[in-house]
């Protein structure tokens, strides 16, 4: 999709890779290049790469586990660009609980062991959509720091760039559990670092929405504060305030449709303190689901698709735009300067 500067025209071109189920997609701002994390019940999980907008494609190679595992790569769900430094690193987060990092821009792959044989990882559980690594986010000022997180596993934090990964779950919830604060084993539905302020985590998770003001040693809980529900998938940020965030809540983990059928953004401005929702544009009745990609911001506004095929955009004024609709569910959503 392609808008205007007001973000009030908008028009759909595509599909540009029609067949394949895209979990993710990015266009990557060191070299333009368009990544998409894509699944194929037939042809299975791969990496495609453009590098002319999306008219053509080329697929990574197979991206396989190491010989004697028993586990199976069963889903891509994620794909990070490297550092500035690092033109051609890439990484790809996936089920079951996998991390995979490239160095030659996506052509091959391979597993991050620290993470592959956690001694935790007999302690994760799958989620209904399976043990997702799905939020992988670098610090901008440590090469060595980097979060990932796990759908069922929780945050973990790696200190020596992906060789050892400490859970950091310290004060969330896991209510489904025996134990409802183990160290492992949470839900995490997405997970973000503030650029900013790199110590400053926000997720929304299977039990709440939360903050770490600390690079995860400790979280505080905020959807007591004006949230009509705990429980949702996407989280974005304010790119120049990190006390800014913005949530999509649900009705419950059993329920997954807004609150009344009112499909809102809520904002906080006061590091969850308190929530308001953004409802000018938004449609009355919207029974439907926003999954944990399909959302973005950046300088200017906000954005986000549905499940029922619809995409909104936030313009001046905070009113909501409807930019498209009746598309196929929509799994990822991101924004970026379109190379002329």
């Not at 809980?221 to 649900?250: C, H, K, Q, W």
Request: hydrophobic share 30%.
């Amino acid at each position: 999709m392609e808008g205007d500067s007001a973000r009030l025209e908008w028009r759909v071109e595509g599909p540009l890779l029609d067949g394949w189920g895209v979990y993710h997609a990015i266009v990557d701002p060191r070299s333009g290049a368009v990544y998409a994390a894509a699944n194929h019940f037939t042809y299975g999980p791969t990496l495609q790469r453009s590098s002319d907008g999306g008219r053509t494609w080329k697929r990574s190679r197979r991206i396989t586990l190491p010989e004697g595992s028993d586990l199976f790569v069963n889903a891509l769900w994620h794909i990070e660009p490297g550092r500035r430094d690092e033109p051609d690193t890439l990484y790809l987060g996936g089920d079951p609980a996998v991390l995979f990092r490239s160095d030659d821009a996506g052509e091959s792959w391979q597993p991050n062991r620290g993470l592959l044989e956690h001694s935790t990882r007999d302690e994760w559980l799958p989620g209904a959509g399976g043990l997702t690594c799905h939020s992988v986010q670098l610090d901008p000022g440590d090469a060595r720091r980097m979060y990932v997180g796990l759908t069922g596993g929780g945050t973990f934090r790696t200190d020596d760039g992906g060789t050892t990964w400490w859970p950091k779950n310290r004060g969330v919830e896991a209510h489904f559990l025996p134990n409802p604060y183990p160290e492992v084993g949470q839900c995490v539905h997405k997970l973000l670092l503030h650029p900013a302020r790199p110590e400053r985590l926000w997720q929304q998770n299977h039990c709440g929405v939360y903050r770490s003001d600390d690079a995860g040693e400790s979280w505080e809980r905020l959807d007591g504060n004006g949230l009509p529900s705990s429980f949702g998938y996407p989280i974005m940020l304010d790119a120049s305030d990190p006390d800014t965030a913005y949530v999509i809540p649900e009705k419950s983990m059993e329920y997954h449709y807004p609150p009344d059928g009112r499909l809102c953004v809520y904002r906080t401005r006061d590091r969850g303190e308190t929530w308001e929702p953004l409802t000018d544009g938004r449609p009355e009745q919207a029974w439907t689901t926003v999954l944990r990609e399909a959302s973005a911001y950046d300088a200017e506004s906000l954005y986000f698709g549905t499940q029922s095929g619809s995409v909104f955009a936030l313009t001046e004024g905070d009113r909501w735009v409807e930019a498209a609709r009746h598309l196929p569910p929509i799994f990822s959503v991101e924004v970026t300067e379109w190379p002329k």
